[in-house]
C-alpha cells in the first residue's frame, strides 16, 4: 500500500500530478479541493463556508479542513493506498496527518511566485460540468465555451490577482513549514513544477523509484 502527499502553491500542478500518479497504481485520488467544489455545486451548509472563504480570497478554516479529510479517509476505499493534494497545508494539519498515518512519501512541486501568477489567472471553469481550461496550455475549442456541455466558461471567484495574492503569502507563512515537519520523518522529495506535465510526472516516479511514465498509457 502506497500512501502519497502532494504539495505546492497553488497552480502548480498538484491535481494534475496525482491523477496521473494514480493512473495505473490503482491509487484513490483525494483531492481536498474537489471536495469543497462537490459541496459548492450541491449547495451544501459547507458548499455555503467554502463559498464565504472564497469570495474573501482565504482558505477555509483548519477544522472544516481537517473534518473533511478525516471523514474521507474513513471510507477506507484506498486498498491500495491514495494519494492526497491540498492538505495539509498548516504545522495543526500536518501533526494531525501524520499522527493518523503513515506517510510513504510528500511529492514537493516547486513552482517561482511568477509562474504562480502566469498559471492562476489563466484559468477558466466550467460551472455547469466543472471541467477545468488553462489558456495557457489547455484552450477550449470555442473561446469561452466548455468542449464537454458548450456551457460559458467563467473565471473562479477566487482567482483574482488580490485573492491570489493573499492566498501567495499564506502559503508561504503557513503551508510551507509545514514542509519542514515531514523532512524530519525525511519523506519529502521536491521536483521542479516548470516543466511540460509529463516531464513532471516522469520525475516524480523516479524520485520514488516506480516504473517510468508514458504518455500514451
Not at 5 to 30: F, N, P, Y
Not at 77 to 106: C, H, K, L, T
Not at 114 to 134: A, K, Q, T
Request: charge should be negative; glycine fraction near 10%; proline fraction near 4%.
Amino acid at each position: 500500500m502506497r500512501k502519497y502527499v502532494i504539495m505546492g502553491v497553488q497552480g502548480s500542478g498538484k491535481g494534475t500530478q496525482a491523477k496521473m500518479l494514480r493512473e495505473d497504481l490503482d491509487l484513490v485520488h483525494i483531492s481536498v479541493g474537489d471536495i469543497f467544489r462537490w459541496h459548492v455545486r450541491q449547495h451544501t451548509k459547507i458548499g455555503a463556508q467554502v463559498k464565504r472563504a472564497m469570495a474573501a480570497g482565504e482558505l477555509v478554516g483548519d477544522d472544516l479542513v481537517a473534518e473533511v479529510v478525516r471523514r474521507r479517509l474513513g471510507i477506507h476505499d484506498w486498498n491500495y493506498g491514495f494519494v492526497i493534494d491540498g492538505f495539509p497545508r498548516n504545522g495543526r494539519q500536518a501533526e494531525f496527518f501524520m499522527e493518523s498515518y503513515d506517510i510513504d512519501a510528500v511529492i514537493h512541486l516547486e513552482l517561482p511566485d511568477d509562474e504562480v501568477r502566469r498559471r492562476v489567472l489563466s484559468r477558466r471553469l466550467c460551472p455547469n460540468c466543472g471541467m477545468d481550461y488553462n489558456l495557457i496550455a489547455d484552450r477550449p475549442e470555442v473561446e469561452g465555451r466548455c468542449d464537454i456541455c458548450g456551457h460559458g466558461l467563467i473565471t473562479r471567484a477566487d482567482d483574482t490577482p488580490e485573492a491570489l495574492e493573499a492566498r501567495l503569502t499564506d502559503y508561504h507563512e503557513k503551508t510551507r513549514p509545514v514542509l519542514e515537519l515531514f523532512r524530519r520523518k525525511e519523506v519529502v522529495h521536491d521536483v521542479d513544477g516548470r516543466p511540460p506535465v509529463d516531464e513532471v510526472q516522469s520525475a516524480i516516479r523516479k524520485t520514488l523509484g516506480l516504473s517510468g511514465y508514458r504518455a500514451d498509457g
